[in-house]
T-cell receptor, first 111, second 115 residues
């Protein structure tokens, strides 16, 4: 089955700092790759996705590129804000199988 | 976009009682829904896959007699926690698979506290 490894958190950054959250995956076939965000006390929201190799997903200043050769989908943002404080989950998905999540990375951005 | 709702958003119950959580796809039909649970500061663990009109498929270690899942229509799945105990306290999140997008959409979650 699919699995994912995310960098351990928590990650604490100052506002306007550069963010990278590493994610590597194992999956059957050619999965789609997703980043979800969970704000305190809420459910998951799709942040961005990529469906094939070399695709770049982007949203709200966040980006991630589907790297098949390194089986990675690292999340980046050039300048984080306090409002970006949340837990971020990387997940691969093959076909109709359910999303399988990693442990998540908690991000805290301080002013 | 596709919207998934859950009801209730939170519930507190006494040990030994049963609690039903509803998950609805508001603007699309979902032949498949998934139920996850999340303990504080931990990841989402898949509990079961629910297919409309058939029995749910449970993940290893999840008691099917304790967590009853019914997917009676293309827009509604329910999770019933039977004879709840304090260790069942958790955040339960449902997710609907939108076939047209081949994408999972998540509900806002239900926080269950068993006293």
């Amino acid at each position: 089955g699919n699995s994912v490894t995310q960098m351990e958190g928590p990650v604490t950054l100052s506002e306007e700092a550069f963010l990278t959250i590493n994610c590597t995956y194992t999956a059957t076939g050619y999965p789609s790759l997703f980043w979800y965000v969970q704000y305190p006390g809420e459910g998951l929201q799709l942040l961005l996705k990529a469906t094939k190799a070399d695709d770049k997903g982007s949203n709200k200043g966040f980006e991630a590129t589907y790297r098949k050769e390194t089986t990675s989908f690292h999340l980046e943002k050039g300048s984080v804000q306090v409002s970006d404080s949340a837990v971020y989950f990387c997940a691969p998905r093959s076909g109709n199988t359910p999303l399988v999540f990693g442990k998540g990375t908690r991000l805290s951005v301080i002013a | 976009g596709a919207v998934v709702s859950q009801h209730p958003s939170w519930v507190i119950c006494k040990s030994g009682t049963s609690v039903k959580i509803e998950c609805r796809s508001l603007d699309f039909q979902a032949t498949t829904m998934f139920w996850y649970r999340q303990f504080p500061k931990q990841s989402l663990m898949l509990m079961a896959t629910s297919n409309e009109g058939s029995k749910a498929t449970y993940e290893q270690g999840v008691e099917k007699d304790k967590f009853l899942i019914n997917h009676a229509s293309l827009t509604l799945s329910t999770l019933t926690v039977t004879s709840a105990h304090p260790e069942d306290s958790s955040f339960y999140i449902c997710s609907s698979l939108a076939a047209a997008h081949n994408e999972q959409f998540f509900g806002p979650g239900t926080r269950l506290t068993v006293l």
